[in-house]
């Protein structure tokens, strides 16, 4: 990856981006973890900044789903729990990823778990505000829309609603209406699948990791992945 800064009105926009692009690729290789895509360097030359990368050979989390339907109970909480040790690493640095979907997990050919992609990742302190410019309709919790506050129960929610992606093959609506209650007649397919292809336990931490309400979802990872079954 490479930004390269141009001369004239746009320089210090510029300049700011190379910033933030420099600041993305030290925090990522902070992150000691196999579950963390891994950065080896990152350098400035040439007035163009740099960050190298592993190579992961395999498909993200949505392809490997759509090409088997849904996944099985069992190998959707394997996924989950890796991706959850991934996010702990993280928030113990008090980070958050605020973007995690199926797009942003790889599958490697020989069955590892890494999470990617970590541009809307931030450091945050308690009481810190910073404006949330992404959104990815499905998995971004509905106040992570609207609010800049940051906490760890917005990756909470990316996980209850990728797990949920895993044993049905599709996400909830932006405003979880599919398992929430309200879903249409031609989304009853959706209900009965999840209802079927999931255990109880497992349904009902999917339910409460993707509740409107942030304080009724489980606030740390630990708490989301002692909810599913061993």
Do not use: W
């Not at 960050?51 to 088997?68: A, F, H, P, R």
């Not at 702990?88 to 990617?116: Q, S, T, W, Y």
């Not at 979880?176 to 209900?191: C, D």
Request: charged share 25%.
């Amino acid at each position: 990856n490479k930004v390269v800064a141009p001369v004239g009105d746009i320089a210090e926009e510029i300049s700011l981006v190379r910033r933030k692009f420099m600041t993305e690729a030290r925090k990522i290789k902070e992150l000691d973890s196999d579950k963390i895509i891994k950065v080896f360097d990152v350098f400035d030359e040439n007035n163009t900044c740099y960050y190298t990368m592993e190579y992961i050979q395999g498909c993200n989390l949505d392809e490997y789903v759509n090409k088997k339907g849904f996944l099985a109970e069992q190998e959707a909480i394997l996924i989950i729990c890796q991706v959850g040790e991934a996010l702990k690493k993280m928030h113990e640095k008090r980070m958050a990823h605020f973007d995690v979907k199926p797009k942003n997990i790889m599958i490697g050919d020989d069955g590892c778990v890494i999470l990617i992609d970590f541009g809307a990742a931030h450091k945050y302190m308690n009481n810190n505000t910073t404006f949330l410019d992404f959104s990815s309709p499905g998995f971004t919790a509905p106040e992570a829309i609207n609010k800049n506050r940051f906490y760890p129960t917005y990756d909470i929610y990316s996980l209850g609603a990728t797990l949920l992606f895993m044993l049905t093959g599709n996400s909830q609506a932006e405003d979880g209406s599919e398992i929430h209650g309200g879903e249409s007649p031609e989304k009853q397919s959706f209900s009965e699948l999840f209802n079927q292809n999931a255990s109880l336990q497992t349904r009902e931490c999917v339910l409460q990791a993707t509740s409107f309400q942030p304080g009724l979802r489980p606030q740390s990872v630990d708490e989301f992945l002692e909810m599913l079954p061993s």
